[in-house]
């Protein structure tokens, strides 16, 4: 029997940092994970306090000095994914998050009005949010930095039924298709897609992203090829179009993305 008047109470909390966690505000959060930059900072400080008014004036000001591929990853991305901590820790909720969103969606629209990326389409690309799911944030930041670098880019949009990618694939034949899970109940779709194609005689690299999965998850089904971040799309598409398999694909991996 443990005898509780022994045990001192401090110490537990001390040790799980539950005390530490109970006092930290959204602002303390903020200022460990924003970038360091001022320019960046507001922008990615105007997702997390969902300044949604004064994103368009920031970007615009911050356009002056970095390009709209880095706005959209080191400023707007950034804020996201303060916002995604806060939502984890329950110190934000669902209204949080879409206000955030929609404050970071202004942003990535005047960024990619302003991108003058090569306009010669180098392929295709078949892109779409998993069966069941509705998290598309990511897909959309993906789907503009493909298209500023000069990929077709067919958006199916969220929650596509696995039929309708197999379709879509077949009948539009891209050189690579992609998919995106952030729900643990929606990325099995991710190997159904992969054997209807393979069914059908399809042999394209499918690019795999999103919370819900991993490298070794996406690795475990024919085809799959992990991406960790948005702006490691174009270097794994590049590839892709120029004739590289899932194979070739996943063997220089680490070269193509940097490593994860
Ligand atoms: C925003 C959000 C929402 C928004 C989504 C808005 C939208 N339009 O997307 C809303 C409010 C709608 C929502 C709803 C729900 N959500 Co939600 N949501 C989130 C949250 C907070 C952030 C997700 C996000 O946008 N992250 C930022 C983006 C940029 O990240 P990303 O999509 O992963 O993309 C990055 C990479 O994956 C990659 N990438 C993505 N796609 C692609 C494609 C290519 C080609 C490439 C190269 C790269 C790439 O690039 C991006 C970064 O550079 C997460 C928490 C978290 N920690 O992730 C929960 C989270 C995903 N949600 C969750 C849940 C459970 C739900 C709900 C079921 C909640 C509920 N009880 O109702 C509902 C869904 C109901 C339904 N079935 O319709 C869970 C999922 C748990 C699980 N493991 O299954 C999470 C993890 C929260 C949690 N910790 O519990 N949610």
Redesign the pocket.
């Known amino acids: 029997m443990i005898d509780l008047k022994s045990v001192n109470y401090d110490r537990v909390l001390r040790r799980y940092d539950i005390q530490m966690e109970a006092r930290e505000t959204p602002e303390d959060i903020a200022a460990k994970m924003v970038p360091q930059d001022p320019v960046l900072k507001k922008i990615a400080e105007d997702v997390v306090f969902m300044r949604y008014k004064n994103v368009q004036d920031d970007v615009t000001a911050a356009l002056g000095t970095f390009s709209p591929e880095e706005i959209i ?1 080191k400023g707007l ?1 950034k804020g ?2 303060v ?2 901590e806060l ?2 820790r329950g110190i934000y909720y ?1 209204p949080h ?2 206000v955030a ?1 929609d404050a970071m969606d202004r942003g990535v629209k005047l960024c990619e009005s302003k991108m003058t990326g090569a306009r010669e389409m180098k392929g295709k690309v078949v ?1 779409h949010v998993a069966e ?8 959309n ?2 789907a503009v930095l ?1 298209k500023s670098n000069g990929f077709n880019v067919i958006d199916m949009g969220r929650d596509v039924a696995v039929e309708d990618v197999v379709q879509t694939v077949e009948s539009e034949k891209p050189q690579l298709v ?1 998919g ?1 899970a ?4 929606t990325m099995s779709a991710f190997p159904k897609v992969a054997d209807r194609l393979q069914e059908k005689g399809i042999n394209i690299p499918f ?1 795999c ?4 999965v991993n490298r070794a998850y996406v690795e475990s089904y024919p085809m799959g090829v992990f ?7 174009p270097a ?1 598409a590049n590839k892709a179009a120029e004739g590289w398999d899932w194979r070739k694909l996943r063997e220089n991996w680490d070269k193509l993305t940097g490593g994860a």
């Open positions: 990853d991305v996201m994914d916002v995604s939502y984890g669902l998050v879409m969103a892109m069941g799911d509705p998290h598309d944030i990511g897909k930041i993906a493909l992609t995106t952030l729900m643990t109940t690019i992203a999103g919370g819900a991406a960790e971040k948005a702006a490691q799309g794994l």
